[in-house]
């Protein structure tokens, strides 16, 4: 079945490191890829998605690219700040598109803590 | 205006017992999931129902029945708590067939002791 596998964590840096948190998957087809944040105490946001091989997703600074020659999809920034303490969630989606009804298959979180 | 929200946000009942979980978005959605996140912060989905037909069951045991009286809502009930039913239960909608972009609650703590 369809599967992802995340770096083990926590991750923990200081701002303005750089951030790299890698991110694998296994599915037959090609599924769309995702990458959600979770803040403390708050449930899950989409940060950015890919859809197709060689796409690029990006939103505040985040950016992960699909590679599907090496079935990745790591996510970086270059510069942290002590705002992205979360924890971030790779995920697909098997069968994008009209036929899907969004079910996600998520990795198992890395805790990224940044401190000043 | 909150887009998916749930009640209650915390739960904390005895073994055996049985409590329920709501959920409602706003968004005008025509899917909603729930999702179990455990200790580890491990996700994994239970239920999707598309404009209140059950689409998605991930093999949850029968003891959790989801209930969907309009597509804007969808609820969780749960018979004969058990301790490993302990953990943070996540509402979400999405556009039908929205490929993966899911909208989540802030999440329901239920602790069973």
């Known amino acids: 079945g369809d599967s992802v596998t995340q770096m083990e964590g926590p991750v923990t840096l200081s701002e303005e490191a750089f951030l790299t948190i890698n991110c694998t998957y296994t599915?037959?087809?090609?599924?769309?890829l995702f990458w959600y944040v979770q803040y403390p105490g708050e449930g899950l946001q989409l940060l950015l998605k890919?859809?197709?091989?060689?796409d690029k997703g990006s939103n505040k600074g985040f950016e992960a690219t699909y590679r599907k020659e090496t079935t990745s999809f790591h996510l970086e920034k270059g510069s942290v700040q002590v705002s992205d303490s979360a924890v971030y969630f790779c995920?697909?989606?098997?069968?994008?598109?009209?036929?899907?009804?969004?079910?996600?298959?998520f990795g198992q979180g890395t805790i990224l803590t940044v401190h000043p | 205006d909150t887009a998916v929200s749930q009640t209650p946000k915390y739960l904390v009942t005895q073994m055996g017992n049985d409590k329920s979980i709501k959920c409602e978005q706003n968004?005008?959605?025509?899917?909603m999931y729930w999702y179990k996140q455990d200790s580890k912060k491990f996700l994994k989905i239970m239920f999707s129902?598309?404009?209140?037909?059950?689409?998605i069951n991930e093999t949850v045991p029968n003891r959790f029945s989801p209930k969907s009286p309009d597509k804007a809502h969808l609820n969780l009930h749960i018979n004969s708590l058990e301790l490993g039913d302990s953990a943070v239960y996540f509402c979400?909608?999405?556009?039908?067939?929205?490929?993966?972009?899911?909208?989540f609650g802030e999440g329901s703590r239920l602790t069973v002791l």
């Open positions: 979400a909608s999405s556009l039908k067939g929205g490929g993966g972009e899911l909208f």
């Open positions: 968004l005008g959605h025509d899917t």
């Open positions: 995920a697909l989606s098997a069968n994008a598109g009209g036929t899907s009804y969004g079910k996600l298959t």
């Open positions: 599915a037959t087809g090609y599924p769309s």
């Open positions: 129902y598309n404009n209140k037909e059950l689409i």
């Open positions: 890919a859809t197709k091989a060689d």
